[in-house]
């Protein structure tokens, strides 16, 4: 047993616990925009909260047995360079888009009780927090990919951005909803 077999191990645990920690925040999303009390997004926030931390912890994990084996074994080539990339640009999308509204939605499912507010269901479904969580898994799957079939750069690279191209195929519906739905409410007031 060698110190790159425990690094590889460690990678993939990280890998698996971070996908794990996507798939609750998917289903954090995807209950939270079907709740009908304050006390139910309550505790669907509660709940992530406390399995995001095993993400965070994952993901960290991963980039760390990641970077150890790229010092000893394989260098800066070109997969590992755009799958740093997109985990850098998965953090600032996790930071700018997913972070925030989280909170917010955390803060006010504190305060609020019993059915939901008008204004909190539109919070809770805003498109921009299921387009956060979306890209994410995405481009994590773009980065299994990478990992697999670790392509050239020219490969890595019409890889990362057919990831984008899907990200913002998916993303489109989503947000064009949020346009439909902003400009109804305009027509009505």
């Known amino acids: 047993m060698s110190l790159y077999s425990i690094a590889l191990f460690l990678h993939i645990v990280g890998a698996l616990g971070f996908f794990a920690g996507l798939g609750v925040e998917w289903a954090t999303v995807l209950q939270i925009r079907r709740a009908t009390t304050a006390e139910q997004v309550g505790e669907y926030m509660n709940l992530s909260g406390s399995l995001q931390r095993v993400g965070m912890i994952s993901m960290l994990t991963l980039v760390a047995a990641g970077i150890y084996m790229m010092a000893i074994a394989w260098g800066w080539i070109a997969w590992l360079i755009v799958s740093f990339a997109a985990i850098v640009l998965m953090m600032v999308l996790m930071r700018v888009i997913s972070i925030p509204r989280m909170r917010g939605i955390q803060q006010v499912a504190s305060t609020e009780k019993g059915v939901l507010s008008p204004a909190f269901q539109a919070h809770l479904r805003q498109p921009m927090l299921w387009v956060g969580i979306q890209s ?35 993303a489109l519906p989503t947000l064009s909803q949020r346009g439909t739905s902003m400009s109804t409410m305009r027509k009505t007031s």
Request: proline content about 3%; cysteine-free.
């Open 136 to 170: 994410r898994v995405i481009m994590g799957l773009g980065i299994v990919f990478l990992m697999t079939v670790k392509p050239d750069l020219a490969g890595s690279l019409i890889a990362f951005g057919i990831t984008i191209i899907i990200n913002l195929v998916l």
